[in-house]
């Protein structure tokens, strides 16, 4: 798996300016590698190419684009999936 050692973060894409990092990996095993920064929460689990990302307490402001990327560099980050739009379903 090529990208199975590298760093993940999960990021908010901002209409101008480089995208937020929310929560960014900070180990690289090869079975497991958690990371969590307030609501949010990444999981990694490179021998199945599975990266879950959980976010608690989901609001409206919450709204917007985010996606999945192996963190390579900065200026430079591999986007792992499509993006992900978040929106607001309100309740009828």
């Not at 995208?19 to 095993?29: A, S």
């Not at 958690?34 to 989901?58: H, I, N, S």
């Not at 990327?69 to 379903?89: K, N, T």
Request: aromatic share 8%.
């Amino acid at each position: 798996m090529t990208y199975a050692l590298s760093l993940k973060a999960w990021q908010r894409v901002r209409s101008q300016g480089p995208p937020e990092v929310l929560v960014r990996t900070e180990t690289r095993d090869a079975e497991f590698n958690r990371a969590q920064a307030g609501r949010y929460l990444l999981e990694d689990f490179p021998t199945e190419a599975v990266v879950k990302v959980t976010v608690t307490g989901l609001q409206k402001q919450d709204e917007g684009l985010y996606q999945c990327v192996i963190d390579l560099s900065p200026q430079d980050p591999f986007i792992l999936h499509d993006r992900i739009r978040l929106v607001h379903c309100g309740a009828k």
